[in-house]
T-cell receptor
Framework: GENVEQHPSTLSVQEGDSAVIKCTYS??????FPWYKQELGKGPQLIID?????GEKKDQRIAVTLNKTAKHFSLHITETQPEDSAVYFC??????????FGAGTQVVVTP | DADVTQTPRNRITKTGKRIMLECSQT?????MYWYRQDPGLGLRLIYY???????NKGEISDGYSVSRQAQAKFSLSLESAIPNQTALYFC?????????????FGQGTRLTVV
């Protein structure tokens, strides 16, 4: 089945700097790669996603890139702000459309 | 009102007790999931259901059972709770097909087994 690895597990950045989280996946049939943000005491919420026919997608300060050949995808957050502090999860769909999640990255943005 | 509602939000139970966590959704989705979250392990799938008559085991189903009472309701049971089932549990729903794969999560149930 699908296996998703996520790095780093924790990331501390200065406000205004960029943050990058990287994920790799194992199933070459995966075709949907969402990123979720989990704030304290809440359930994960989708922030951006990308499909296998696209190499990059951007939404304001966040962007995701996908390299299907290397089976890795990354989340980029620019001009980080304190409200970006949260746990971020990457995920990939398996052949049945179920999501396999990475272990999560705790992002801390310090003023 | 939340699209995906979990009850209870918090629960403390004793080892050996049976406990049920409930989930209801107003998204009209066919697919529902139960995940368990532990620090450093991400979200691991316990059980999932693609429609009312469909129940499937996930990667960590031992010690758990589920019931899909209706399209909108999916409950998770621990028949005999043990301390290593202490975790944060999430219910989620999704549609299917291109453009409808986003998963929507409930607020979570924090379960402590003592």
């Amino acid at each position: 089945g699908e296996n998703v690895e996520q790095h780093p597990s924790t990331l501390s950045v200065q406000e205004g700097d960029s943050a990058v989280i990287k994920c790799t996946y194992s199933d070459s049939a995966s075709n949907y790669f969402p990123w979720y943000k989990q704030e304290l005491g809440k359930g994960p919420q989708l922030i951006i996603d990308i499909r296998s026919n696209v190499g990059e997608k951007k939404d304001q300060r966040i962007a995701v890139t996908l390299n299907k050949t290397a089976k890795h995808f990354s989340l980029h957050i620019t001009e980080t702000q304190p409200e970006d502090s949260a746990v971020y999860f990457c995920a990939a769909t398996d052949s049945w459309g179920k999501l396999q999640f990475g272990a999560g990255t705790q992002v801390v943005v310090t003023p | 009102d939340a699209d995906v509602t979990q009850t209870p939000r918090n629960r403390i139970t004793k080892t050996g007790k049976r406990i049920m966590l409930e989930c209801s959704q107003t998204k009209g989705h066919d697919r529902m999931y139960w995940y368990r979250q532990d620090p450093g392990l991400g979200l691991r799938l316990i059980y999932y259901s693609f429609d009312v008559k469909d129940i499937n085991k996930g990667e960590i189903s031992d010690g758990y059972s589920v019931s899909r009472q209706a399209q909108a309701k999916f409950s998770l049971s621990l028949e005999s709770a043990i301390p290593n089932q202490t975790a944060l549990y999430f219910c989620a729903t999704s549609g299917h097909g291109q453009g409808n794969t986003e998963a929507f999560f409930g607020q979570g149930t924090r379960l402590t087994v003592v």
